[in-house]
């Protein structure tokens, strides 16, 4: 019995093998970051473009509650307007035409009371201010949602 002691005296702890690191990283794991970098920045260039093509929307939100009456709104929709479209498309509609072909661009009806502050709302006196109210949330709207 006194020999077994001794035998287990004399083992050792096992000599493991180096850990294996990340560095290098394997060719599959290289493409892989490579095609995930190359994603990254066409949604960053895409993204960038996408905020650059939409700063007349910016500016004509921000402008939208300074129009003091209908004409101005009117006049904000027109301007807004013509930055989407070409000028001789654009410019020479009016009346039930222009309200057409903002209607067509809108997902959002175009009321009877908004369609009629925008032909004859622009040549009368100051509107309510509720009307001016649903004439600004029109216009609002229609400049976040229009499509060209």
């Known amino acids: 019995m006194n020999n077994s002691a001794t035998n287990l005296d004399r083992l050792h702890d096992l000599a493991l093998p180096p850990e ?3 560095w290098p990283l394997a060719p599959g794991w290289i493409v892989l970051l490579a095609l995930a970098a190359l994603l990254l920045a ?3 260039d895409r993204s960038w473009k996408n905020w650059r093509s939409n700063a007349y929307r910016r500016a004509a939100l921000a402008a939208l509650p ?4 209908a004409a101005a709104v009117a006049e904000l929709l027109r301007r807004t307007a013509l930055a989407i479209a070409p000028r ?8 039930h035409a222009w309200l057409d072909w903002l ?3 809108s997902p ?4 009877d ?3 009629s502050q925008l032909t004859t709302g622009v040549y009368a006196k100051a509107s309510t201010p509720a009307d001016l109210k649903s004439l600004r949330d029109f216009a609002a709207q229609w400049i976040r949602t229009h499509r060209i």
């Open 42 to 44: 066409w949604a960053l």
């Open 113 to 115: 009371s908004i369609r």
């Open 88 to 95: 001789d498309v654009v410019a020479p509609l009016s009346g």
């Open 66 to 69: 300074s129009a003091a009456d």
């Open 20 to 22: 294996i690191s990340w």
């Open 108 to 111: 959002a009806a175009l009321s």
């Open 103 to 105: 209607a067509t661009r």
